[in-house]
């Protein structure tokens, strides 16, 4: 897993639990899947340990004190559906 992005970990993830629910596969092969999806699993899980802790040094203030902040994803609701006029 030396160049594993978590964009190909997932990627791979979502192929690997698409077969295993598709079936038709030997028990060793479903095996092998599993644990192969375990293994992206926790590499995937480590990624946004890492990223969550970036973010709160980012958001810790002068003091070293963690702040709280809401985050606010950028939604198209936000725009409005009706943000032109009706």
């Known amino acids: 897993m030396t160049n594993l992005t978590f964009e190909k970990a997932l990627a791979e993830l979502e192929q690997i ?3 295993l629910e598709k079936g ?3 028990l060793n092969e479903s095996l092998a899947l599993f644990e192969k999806g375990v293994k992206m699993s926790r590499f995937l899980r480590a990624e ?3 990223a969550e802790r970036k973010v709160e040094i980012l ?3 002068e003091k070293g004190n963690l702040k709280a ?3 606010e994803a950028g939604s198209d609701d936000d725009a409005g559906e009706d943000g032109g006029k009706a």
Do not use: M, P
Request: charged share 45%; net charge negative; no cysteine.
């Open 24 to 26: 038709g596969i030997s």
């Open 17 to 19: 639990v698409a077969k």
């Open 69 to 71: 902040e809401d985050f």
């Open 48 to 50: 946004l340990d890492k």
């Open 59 to 61: 958001l810790k203030d």
